[in-house]
């Protein structure tokens, strides 16, 4: 959700002959999302005075959202109590009252109860070194070429594919540097390249697939802008993207180590770019750009992703606590505190406990999974994990009984990471198959926890037309079209809040749900003029079953709640 689009507004007139229940006759459902920390006194005053607001406007229901849904047993009784008055003030001013629940793309939450259910990807047979009774990353086949950027000719670093427009863009300075002899500079890139603000450097490396790297440069800026990314980005085969986290760059700032890590997945060849997809003023240097071993660095444990340790042949499968301890990370989804997971940090090391049959100088083979970063610190969790499910339950039952809402919105969104496991390998089914069973699956706990309630999901996951399409790779999930059919695990008593208001697509995105008899919410506004929503709602009149609208925020901005309401009045929606 993190990709604003605008979407549509309601039709009421065909909602009757769906299966799930319909808003009242002649009242379309008109919501408003909001995301808060309900922890905090003033957060609370500002959710009831925001309630009371929407009521005035015309609005029918407050979707309510915090990640502490997922730590009731952790906060003190005066959380549930701020919670329950923000219920209790949708009741007294009419409105429905929508618990978030189940955050399947966006995991952190529910990581933070365990860590190791994180998704995982796989690291094959990666060669390791015993040294000092430490068992230590030992692949060295994969190298930057003149990280330094100290051999060069004419702003042209060696050992580097391309820069772009060397001379103008791309220089080689040996004045600012944070190494030895040189760094690398971009400056003025808008002037140049005023249409894509392309400043960039490029690198064929040769790996092995399956296979974890991590990536380390030094970066310093001095008033850049950008309108787009400044990235460490790896492209595999194809031009596939294998690494999705932020740098987190000020615009002026001295030299800083950025830290990205990338699983080569089924590529032997990646293209390392460093720089800048939409710059415009100022400048930036880069040095120092070294590649190692990802090593255990995030590396996930659990049964579903197995830990496997070998002798160089494969002969032997060494026994980990008899010859082998610490293959586990402590800092796994704790950094800085419970849910959150850091790019980078110094690598668990392996030791040798007493009787290890591992011998000084001996090289092993490791097998295992590790986790993803998925831009500002998203994490998946694994929907094939038993404990998963452990957890949902858990949760349904904790906002049942603290918040007993009128219904219950299903945060299946954008799940970037999903299918390499171990666990989903012995399925033998698709993400799409797993998420179709997920979703199922979920619909079945928020029935059993609270008989009756109205359930509703996001469309993008189930989504022809947006992210389950066809064909096509979708970030570090497995296969080609990883999430198709994923709808047919949608049952007939969900609603889904659509949110592909794109000009493209977006009529048969909303054909798309209705063929399946599901109704649809359509999530308005996202940040953008009211207005835009106009040409949607034309749209709607396409398709059957459009029951609602929701003023969706991702900015916390309601300076326009009135005059987005005021627009679907005029437009008799």
């Not at 800085?336 to 049959?357: N, Q």
């Amino acid at each position: 959700m993190k990709r604003p689009l605008i979407l549509l507004a309601a039709l009421v007139a065909a909602a009757s002959s769906l299966s799930a229940a319909p808003p009242p006759p002649g009242r379309a459902l008109r919501w408003v999302y909001l995301a808060s920390n309900f922890l905090v006194d003033k957060n609370v005053e500002e959710a009831v005075a925001l309630v009371e607001r929407s009521a005035r406007a015309g609005y029918t229901g407050v979707v309510l959202a915090d990640s502490k849904f997922m730590r009731w047993d952790e906060l003190p009784q005066r959380y549930a109590d701020n919670v329950r008055r923000v219920r209790d003030a949708c009741r007294a001013a009419g409105l429905d009252c929508i618990a978030c629940v189940f955050p399947m793309g966006y995991s952190n939450d529910l990581l933070s109860r365990d860590p190791n259910l994180a998704a995982g990807l796989p690291v094959v047979e990666a060669p390791f070194i015993v040294r000092g009774r430490k068992v230590l990353p030992a692949d060295d086949s994969a190298a930057i070429a003149n990280g330094g950027f100290e051999q060069s000719e004419r702003d042209v670093p060696a050992g580097w594919r391309f820069v772009d427009q060397p001379g103008k863009i791309t220089f080689i300075d040996t004045q600012v540097k944070r190494g030895r002899q040189a760094s690398l500079r971009m400056q003025d890139i808008g002037r140049h390249d005023a249409e894509h603000g392309h400043g960039r450097a490029c690198q064929t490396i040769r790996v092995h697939p399956f296979r974890y790297y991590h990536i380390s440069a030094y970066v310093k800026t001095e008033n850049f802008e950008a309108a787009g990314d400044v990235r460490i980005a790896v492209l595999g085969e194809g031009g596939v993207s294998l690494q999705y986290a932020d740098l987190g760059l000020a615009p002026t700032q001295d030299w800083k180590r950025v830290d990205v890590t990338f699983n080569s997945l089924e590529c032997s060849e990646v293209n390392l770019y460093l720089g800048v997809w939409g710059g415009r003023g100022g400048t930036i240097w880069w040095d120092d750009v070294r590649l190692e071993p990802g090593g255990l660095v995030n590396v996930v444990r659990r049964p579903g992703a197995p830990f496997r340790l070998t002798s160089e042949d494969g002969q032997t499968v060494y026994e980990e606590i008899r010859d082998f301890a610490g293959a586990a990370d402590p800092l796994l989804g704790r950094t800085p505190y419970a849910g959150e997971y850091g790019v980078w940090h110094d690598p668990p090391v392996m030791s040798l406990p007493p009787g290890s049959r591992l011998a000084d100088g001996q090289k092993v083979l490791a097998s295992y999974y590790h986790t993803a970063i998925i831009y500002g610190g998203q994490v998946a969790c694994c929907m094939s994990e038993p404990k998963v499910y452990e957890i949902l339950a858990w949760q349904a039952d904790q906002v049942h009984r603290h918040l007993n809402p009128d219904g219950y919105f299903m945060q299946h969104d954008e799940i970037r990471v999903q299918g390499y496991d171990a666990s989903c390998a012995e399925r033998k089914w698709t993400p799409g198959e797993i998420l179709a069973d997920n979703v199922r699956r979920c619909a079945e706990i928020l029935r059993a926890a609270d008989p009756g309630k109205r359930i509703y999901v996001w469309s993008d996951m189930f989504d022809p037309t947006h992210n389950a399409g066809r064909t096509g790779r979708y970030y570090l999930v497995k296969g080609d079209g990883p999430w198709y059919r994923s709808w047919d695990g949608l049952p007939k008593d969900v609603t889904v809040v659509n949110w592909h208001g794109q000009a493209e697509g977006r009529v048969e995105s909303l054909q798309h749900f209705a063929s399946l008899g599901l109704p649809q919410i359509l999530a308005g506004y996202y940040d953008g003029p009211p207005g835009r929503i106009r040409d949607w709602l034309a749209d709607t009149s396409q398709v059957a079953g459009v029951i609602g609208v929701m003023y969706t925020t991702w900015e916390h901005r309601y300076d326009d709640l009135e005059t987005f309401a005021a627009e679907l009045q005029k437009a008799g929606r």
